[in-house]
């Protein structure tokens, strides 16, 4: 349990960086979203780059995703990671992180500002599941 947790960690945080920052980047240059990727500005309380505290964040969910999905093999595996990142890391992000950072929730209930959150988040889901299982190869 320790290890899917530690790997759960390390593999949300190099598919943030990886898989949703370049998903995000193609939304981008295609006009589909207005926030361009690998944002560099400080955000508190740290002070830490915004693309550094998202990754951190999107290894807490890995952590918590790997041993929800753990169980499941072959394509449902990745099935699962899909699902569950566009849908639990959304929701989060548009009913608790964005009314804390004085943002409309759901992106102000706008097709288009809505599709992005579960997009992105399930090329992370995905990334995580396929980083997280090259770890256990090894």
Do not use: C, D
Not at 104 to 133: C, D, E, F, H, S
């Amino acid at each position: 349990m320790t290890r899917s947790l530690l790997f759960g960690f390390i593999a949300g945080f190099i598919a943030t960086l990886v898989f949703h920052q370049l998903t995000l980047a193609l939304l981008h240059r295609m006009g589909l979203s207005p926030y361009a990727p690998y944002a560099m500005r400080p955000v508190p309380p740290f002070g830490v780059p915004a693309v550094i505290s998202l990754a951190f964040w999107g290894g807490v969910w890995g952590a918590i995703m790997i041993p929800v999905i753990e169980r499941w093999r072959g394509g449902a595996f990745y099935v699962a990671a899909i699902v569950f990142g566009a849908i639990l890391p959304t929701l989060v992000a548009w009913f608790v992180a964005a009314p804390l950072k004085g943002q409309p929730m759901a992106g102000g209930w706008k097709l288009q500002a809505m599709m992005i959150g579960p997009i992105v988040n399930a090329a992370w889901g995905l990334g995580t599941a396929l980083i997280y299982r090259l770890f256990r190869r090894s």
